[in-house]
């Protein structure tokens, strides 16, 4: 007997829908050739056999092609055979067939009509709608046989009951031992009953076959393959009666009369292995009627149940009727016209993917994703030449936007290499798909693949086009994108100069591509610290953009954010603040709530509380900014990795190290998992999880992850790029934390050094690395080299910040650490005192770094035996630290272990013991025992212990 597995879902449900009519029962297995229909029809029978529960008999009839005498012979044939029926030699034979049902042997019945065309074969024939114990059940391709019969819908079978069905034949453990193959072989094979059952039988046969061979011929053969052919000699016991190709072609000649039908089914075919709309269905034929499309479409094809209809405007075909459709539409003169039909309906659904994907639009895409691989995939020499760029260019994105540089490449690659071949080098879509895939590689940091790339578009455009075109002027703008990515300043600022000039002289200076050039070039000068010559270029872009495109525009958000980026770099918090606020207002209000870009502006709004040490401001913004781009971009997505980054910074900020770490750590996994192990961004997640690492005191952890990133910036930046001078920065100060003083001087050196001849003498990053030379060289007491370098960074930094700028009292701040070391305490004091204000004026009363100058100028005053001033200012600074930063933070320790040296100064030991120890345990908890102030801690509570007896 055939095996059967997989159904007893089925059989339930058929066996509860017979029993629950209060009449005639009857209902119909449909579904399409080869699907089960009648061996399930047929074990249903056995099984009701088997349980009596049709003690008035089971009448099996086979009705095909039979016309409705033979039926009706047939049923009066059953009765006389089997109940010695006696019939009556008189009348017509639908009298005679009621004189059947009306004398049936007693009991509940079920009739079986098997592989019934049409309803009129049996519709005279059928019991008696008042006689409730007679059931009916009929198998059938048609979708739909009559108003009053319940369908049930046989559908092919799961990927385990599929296997089940395999093994069931084989009975070794070949499935098992090749289960990946066998799974292939099934999906090959649509989950179909009967052609996993012919393979089967045929495995059962050919004992040295593997799995793979079967997949191989069925991959090269299709339908032809004599595999999926009923071998009589083999296939005697089988319940179907033909093979896979006959049983489709029962279904296709009926549609004989129906030659647009069939026309129709031929176009399906090229849609790939997955559900197709309906709309696109109705653009293969434009020149017909929608609703006459439709008509072929679902009272032919879904009717005979070649196509399946799954709902909402979704259609689908099963992979074997697919290939029987492909096979006879590449023998028919409809081949061609209907694959430039498919590509051109692609292109158009491709060129819809945008510059800026969301999880939405991902979401929306992906049910048309596998039918536009397709068109690229299978047809590429049917599509348009004017379609052949956005063809690739919209699945590229698609990826892309996702953060899948990998999957994207191809695709930007294929583009290039197709528009090159048809359209020969000279056009300008292959300009364009040099410069998509020069953009691709700049995000992921292979600088080196893109530069040449964007040079030759560059070329390319200006021989197409002539030197005086917009797409020059934007070829310029990206290539001094690189340039300025790179550290490569002065390539870039010409370039950028030079598109500005371009985009005036031909688009006027009223056109919104001269506010985006502006905007870049001023982002070049911020990069460079020239904050006076970016600031009027912000200005005039945001006037230009409200000017041209209105108060209400996402570039008019995009332009309020850069001018606040600029105020922030500057310091000028109470400036940058409301711009940042007016941004995010005006894109929730544009874009909604859920949009890429609100989640930016609610990044760099923390980023600036983050700053002025707002930390209970800045946290619920980072969380809201993660939690958006999660949802938006999904878990994968280089702005997720941001994000997680910055959030790490700001519990790093705060001392929470064991809630920054984790999160530090999945960001370097993040990024090196979408951008490789080799991009700009890994070098930066390696510098902050050193940071981190190194504030705790765990310095053997922090070496090699700064190593890494110094050399990882040196191969991706070159050798003179400002990263690789903050990685040597960052890598000294490691070292001075260690007291690796002669390591640390030559990489200050080299850093300093370097960022002069990058970005000139005049820039921030020199004072700041003029700052810590001089740093290390107090730490040595080498005071006399340290105080002009002091001296020179604070001179720069008012030139260049202007005297109101938190680095300028940083800068006060150390110089007057440096005279206290001295002595020189005079000199010190108004130094503290002005770091003290001006630190109180610009980042407000509640401040980390208001917090460590009160605790500077306290020392001091303790220096002097000044104590009954030095006290309330440790308290002050004490009682901020728990406020900011948590009772739990190293800043606090360093406060507590002060303010107990001031007692312990004083002889006031019992005062000073209990704050010692407190120090103490924070310090062992959140830096750890060996951490260089652990150690100081300790050592002090003991001397301390030993003075106060």
């Known amino acids: 007997m055939p095996k059967f597995v997989g159904r007893d879902k089925e059989l339930i449900d058929l066996k509860n829908k017979l029993q629950q009519s209060q009449k005639l029962a009857i209902s119909t297995l449909t579904g399409m050739g080869g699907i089960g229909k009648t061996e399930l029809a047929r074990q249903f029978g056995w099984q009701q056999w088997r349980e009596k529960a049709y003690p008035g008999g089971i009448c099996w009839l086979n009705v095909a092609e039979s016309d409705g005498g033979f039926i009706g012979t047939s049923i009066l044939d059953f009765a006389r055979v089997h109940f010695k029926l006696t019939l009556p030699d008189e009348g017509e034979l639908d009298i005679k067939i009621r004189y059947c049902w009306q004398?049936?042997?007693?009991?509940?019945?079920?009739?079986?009509?098997?592989?019934?065309?049409?309803?009129?074969q049996i519709k005279y024939y059928l019991p008696p709608q008042e006689e409730k114990r007679f059931q009916v059940l009929i198998t059938t391709r048609k979708e739909y046989l009559s108003a009053t019969i319940a369908t049930f819908r046989v559908e092919v079978l799961k990927e385990e009951d599929a296997l089940d069905l395999l093994r069931s034949y084989l009975g070794d453990n070949r499935i098992d031992t090749q289960i990946e193959e066998a799974k292939l072989l099934c999906q090959d094979l649509g989950y179909l009953p009967l052609g996993l059952e012919l393979v089967a039988r045929l495995l059962v046969r050919r004992q040295d076959w593997k799995i793979s061979k079967i997949r191989q011929k069925l991959a090269e053969n299709g339908l032809e393959e004599q595999i999926l052919e009923k071998n009589p000699k083999f296939h005697g016991e089988m319940t179907a009666e033909r093979g896979l190709k006959a049983a489709f072609n029962l279904s296709w000649e009926e549609l004989n009369s129906e030659p647009d039908a069939q026309i129709l089914a031929l176009y399906l075919s090229l849609f790939a292995l997955a559900p197709f709309f309906k709309e696109m269905i109705l653009d293969l034929f434009p020149d017909e009627d929608g609703d006459?499309?439709?008509?072929?479409?679902?009272?032919?094809?879904?009717?005979?149940?070649?196509?399946?209809?799954?709902?909402?405007?979704?259609?689908?075909?099963?992979?074997?009727?697919?290939?029987?459709?492909?096979?006879?539409?590449?023998?028919?003169?409809?081949?061609?016209?209907?694959?430039r039909r498919y590509c051109g309906i692609m292109a158009k659904k491709s060129a819809e993917m945008p510059q800026d994907v969301t999880v939405e639009i991902v979401e929306d895409f992906k049910p048309f994703l596998l039918h536009l691989q397709a068109s690229v995939g299978e047809y590429p020499e049917y599509i348009a030449d004017e379609d052949l760029a956005r063809s690739y260019t919209g699945l590229a994105r698609y990826y892309e936007g996702q953060g899948l540089y990998a999957i994207a490449e191809p695709y930007y690659q294929n583009c290039l290499t197709a528009t090159r071949t048809r359209l020969g080098d000279n056009h300008p879509d292959v300009a364009s798909s040099l410069?998509?895939?020069?953009?691709?590689?700049?995000?992921?940091?292979?600088?080196?693949?893109?530069?040449?790339?964007?040079?030759?578009?560059?070329?390319?455009?200006?021989?197409?086009?002539?030197?005086?075109h917009p797409d020059v002027a934007t070829s310029l703008n990206n290539l001094a994108g690189l340039y300025d990515s790179q550290g490569r300043y002065t390539e870039a600022e010409p370039l950028y100069l030079e598109a500005l000039d371009l985009y005036k002289r031909l688009l006027g200076d009223n056109h919104p591509d001269v506010a985006t050039s502006l905007n870049n070039l001023a982002g070049l000068y911020d990069s460079q610290g020239r904050y006076p010559e970016a600031e009027p270029l912000l200005l005039e872009a945001l006037d230009l953009r409200k000017r041209l495109l209105g108060d209400n525009h996402p570039d008019v958000a995009t332009s309020l954010n850069n001018l606040a980026g600029l105020y922030d770099s500057q310091g000028r918090y109470t400036e940058a603040e409301p711009l940042y606020l007016e941004a995010l207002d005006l894109r929730k209000r544009l874009l909604g709530d859920n949009h890429p870009d609100v989640a930016t502006s609610l990044n760099n709004l923390a980023g600036l509380y983050d700053s002025q040490g707002r930390y209970p401001e800045a946290?619920?913004?980072?969380?809201?900014?993660?939690?958006?781009?999660k949802r938006l971009l999904g878990d994968n997505h280089p702005d997720v990795a941001t994000s997680l980054n910055n959030l790490a910074g700001l519990y790093d900020s705060q001392g929470r190290y064991t809630e920054a770490e984790p999160l530090y750590l999945e960001a370097l996994d993040l990024i090196k998992r979408l951008l490789g192990d080799n991009h700009p961004d890994v070098a930066t997640s390696l510098n902050n999880l050193a940071g981190?690492?190194?504030?705790?005191?765990?310095?053997?952890e922090a070496e090699p992850l700064l190593l890494e990133a110094l050399d990882l910036r040196k191969r991706l930046l070159g050798d003179n790029h400002p990263d690789v001078a903050l990685s040597l920065n960052n890598l000294a100060g490691l070292y001075k934390s260690q007291g690796r003083y002669t390591e640390a001087e030559p990489l200050y050196l080299e850093a300093l050094d370097l960022i002069k001849r990058l970005l000139g003498d005049n820039h921030p990053l020199v004072a700041t690395s003029l700052n810590n030379l001089a740093g290390l060289y107090d730490?040595?007491?080498?005071?006399?080299?340290?105080?002009?370098?002091?001296?020179?960074?604070?001179?720069?930094?008012?030139?260049?910040?202007?005297?109101?700028?938190?680095?300028?009292?940083l800068s006060l701040n150390n110089l007057a650490v440096l005279y206290r070391s001295q002595g020189r305490y005079t000199e010190a004091e108004p130094l503290y005192l002005e770091a003290l204000d001006l630190r109180k004026r610009l980042l407000g009363d509640n401040h980390p770094d208001v917090a460590l100058s009160l605790n500077n100028l306290a020392y001091l005053y303790q220096y002097q035996g000044r104590y009954t001033e030095a006290e309330p200012l440790y308290l002050e600074a004490l009682d901020l630290r728990k406020r900011l930063l948590g009772d739990n933070h190293p800043d606090v320790a360093t406060s507590l272990n002060n303010l107990a040296g001031l007692y312990d100064?004083?002889?006031?030991?019992?005062?000073?013991?209990?704050?010692?120890?407190?120090?103490l345990a924070i310090a062992e908890q959140a830096l750890g025992e060996n951490h260089p102030n652990t150690i100081i801690f300790r050592e002090n509570y003991a001397i301390c212990l030993r003075r106060g007896g």
């Open 619 to 629: 946290e619920p913004l980072l969380l809201e900014a993660l939690d958006l781009r």
């Open 292 to 339: 006459t499309v439709e008509e072929w479409l679902t009272d032919s094809l879904v009717h005979l149940s070649l196509v399946q209809d799954k709902g909402e405007g979704w259609y689908e075909i099963h992979p074997l009727l697919r290939r029987y459709f492909r096979d006879k539409l590449e023998a028919s003169p409809h081949a061609e016209p209907a694959k």
């Open 905 to 919: 100064s004083q002889g006031r030991y019992p005062e000073a013991e209990p704050l010692y120890l407190e120090a």
């Open 692 to 700: 981190l690492y190194d504030s705790q005191g765990r310095y053997p």
């Open 435 to 468: 410069n998509n895939l020069a953009l691709l590689y700049e995000s992921q940091g292979r600088y080196t693949e893109a530069e040449p790339l964007y040079l030759e578009a560059l070329d390319l455009y200006k021989r197409l086009l002539g030197d005086n």
């Open 103 to 120: 004398n049936w042997l007693a009991g509940n019945v079920l009739i079986i009509f098997d592989d019934v065309r049409d309803y009129q």
């Open 779 to 809: 730490s040595q007491g080498r005071y006399t080299e340290a105080e002009p370098l002091y001296l020179e960074a604070l001179d720069l930094r008012k030139r260049l910040l202007g005297d109101n700028h938190p680095d300028v009292a």
